[in-house]
């Protein structure tokens, strides 16, 4: 069974920086694409960023330059540091296989606000 479970949310102000952490169980992060996924009140869910097994990544133009993906093999863990965050960054953010969608977890709210 896989779990995946996030955290390193917070309260930032603009301008700020937060590193979100998910410590997944059941497959391994070493061979499959993972991506950090966000849903903010009122909107789908959508793909932010995302590592494929060699390490490309991708992000979607409104974090670009600003957030980095990236994955610890030997702790099975997703990160992925945000930095100049903006109130439009705020959402509850997950992590995910890139295609095959695992039960979720209960994603780390990301609250930008002055």
């Known amino acids: 069974q896989v779990q995946l479970v996030e955290s390193g949310g917070g309260t930032v102000q603009p301008g700020g920086s937060l590193r979100l952490s998910c410590v997944v169980s059941?497959?391994?992060?070493?061979?499959?694409?993972m991506a950090w996924f966000r849903q903010a009140p009122g909107n789908e869910r959508e793909l932010v960023a995302s590592?494929?097994?060699?390490?490309?990544?991708n992000y979607v133009d409104s974090v670009k330059e600003r957030f980095t993906i990236s994955t610890d093999n030997t702790k099975n863990t997703v990160f992925l540091q945000m930095n100049s965050l903006k109130p439009d960054d705020t959402a509850v953010y997950y992590c995910?296989?890139?295609?095959?969608?695992?039960?979720w977890g209960q994603g780390t709210q990301v609250t930008v606000s002055s």
């Open positions: 059941g497959i391994s992060v070493r061979f499959n694409p």
């Open positions: 995910n296989h890139v295609t095959i969608y695992y039960t």
């Open positions: 590592i494929t097994l060699s390490g490309d990544t």
